[in-house]
């Protein structure tokens, strides 16, 4: 699996969006980028993924670079519980494969 | 919303005993993992399985851990001599078996079995 780099920390205003940058610049073509998030050692709980295009949910929003050398994933509107650790994670979409966590971005939203 | 559920939530044992966590997985789902995380470290990859038998596992799974699926539905970890180096926060996972294009690859975790060594 490619490996990513996100930066340690970031704060973020409540009720502003949320950016959350990840680089891999290695990803393969059959690679997808994941977003899982851990608030405060709760399990980690899935956000969004995506190959090349621009995804969205209810939860959030990833933008993928057309190089797919990067990767934002977007929080519209962060409230306080949205403060988490937050993984971004490249895997190929293959049934039992395992997901390998790095040490993600510490996202504190601050009031 | 469906949710892979986890026993006990929190453990103290003495060191050398045998612990043994529970999980059950989704229903639906065929894939089943633990992961195991140190206080202020990051989440570990321990075993995976599927169809009744390991199908990977990293090398902190050592002869002193064990899983298990005795029955359709749980899903064990047992330590069977624990040391203080596994207090640990232990998540199980699971995953549904789907095609390829299904996006259906997604770990769903527990809340996690925090096991103090004493």
């Known amino acids: 699996d490619a490996k990513t780099t996100q930066p340690p920390s970031m704060d973020c205003a409540e009720g502003r969006a949320a950016n959350l940058p990840c680089n891999h610049s290695t990803i393969s073509g059959n690679e997808y980028v994941y977003w899982y998030r851990q608030i405060h050692s709760q399990g980690p709980q899935y956000i969004i993924h995506?190959?090349?295009n621009n995804e969205t949910n209810e939860m959030a929003s990833l933008i993928i670079t057309e190089d797919r050398k990067s990767s934002t994933l977007i929080l519209p509107h962060a409230t306080l519980r949205d403060t988490a650790v937050y993984y971004c994670i490249v895997r190929v979409l293959e049934y039992g494969n395992k997901l390998v966590f790095g040490a993600g971005t510490i996202l504190r939203v601050k009031s | 919303e469906p949710e892979v559920t986890q026993t006990p939530s929190h453990q103290v044992t003495q060191m050398g005993q045998e612990v043994i966590l529970r999980c059950v997985p989704i229903s639906n789902h065929l894939y089943f993992y633990w992961y195991r995380q140190i206080l202020g470290q990051k989440v570990e990859f321990l075993v995976s399985f599927y169809n009744n038998e390991i199908s990977e596992k990293s090398e902190i799974f050592d002869d002193q851990f064990s899983v298990e699926r005795p029955d359709g539905s749980n899903f064990t970890l047992k330590i069977r001599s624990t040391k203080l180096e596994d207090s640990a926060m232990y998540f199980c996972a699971s995953t549904p078996r789907g095609g390829r294009n299904s996006g259906a690859n997604v770990l769903t975790f527990g809340a996690g079995s925090r096991l103090t060594v004493l």
């Open positions: 995506g190959l090349k």
